[in-house]
């Protein structure tokens, strides 16, 4: 795709390791807590924006989220509204071909390893503690991406902003058949798993165990995404 005009979001490098996910403080859809093995990976410090979405329905023709005209999402560096997961891999198609890296949307499980920030057994990215000051819940705005963070692997807005698509069908019991190493989610499904907490939601999403789901062609405001890479 040379010419494309198009724009890579700064990376933050996650070696191979191990950790214990899920939680028996959120719903039964977390549990059992267990252990799984996650390559090294990078994923975007930031979800993806509407400045850079803009190129890619440049780009591409793609047509745009059915949010794009409302007036609360036209600052260009929030986060883009409304992408089905559909379009979050188109788009990742897309900057895969004009990179020439093989950009993708994160697993499940590399999403919940880069919440937690290499704590262990947090309920949040900074820690088990909520902020007195965090903005989660129902009546605030869509802030612009880089609002909360970073936590300790340099990433913002890892509890706040969008729920973010992860690569993976959902399925409420997988933990029980989850393999230990790269778990890759179901092999088929009718949704596909979101992490990480949004403007529209309660606090309760924000924790980096916390799970929700959506089916892959709908567009919800409080919807977005990053990507990630995989490293050798």
Known sequence: MSGT???????????????????TDGGANETPVHRVWVDAFSIARYPVSRREYALFIAASGHPPPR???AAQ???????VAGPSWNAAMAYCKWLADASGKPYRLPTEAEREKAARGALENCDYPWGNELPKDHKGGRERALDVVGTEGPNRYGLYDMAAGVHEWCADYYDPSYYLESPYRNPPGPQTGVRRVARGGSWRHAICFARCAARSSLAPDKEFSDFGFRYALSLD
Not at 6 to 21: L, N, R, T, V
Not at 73 to 79: A, L, R
């Open 5 to 23: 005009a198009f724009i890579e979001a700064p990376m933050s490098p996650i070696d191979g390791c191990e950790f214990y996910m899920g939680s």
């Open 73 to 79: 999402f036209q600052h260009p560096d929030q986060p």
């Open 67 to 69: 949010f794009w005209e």
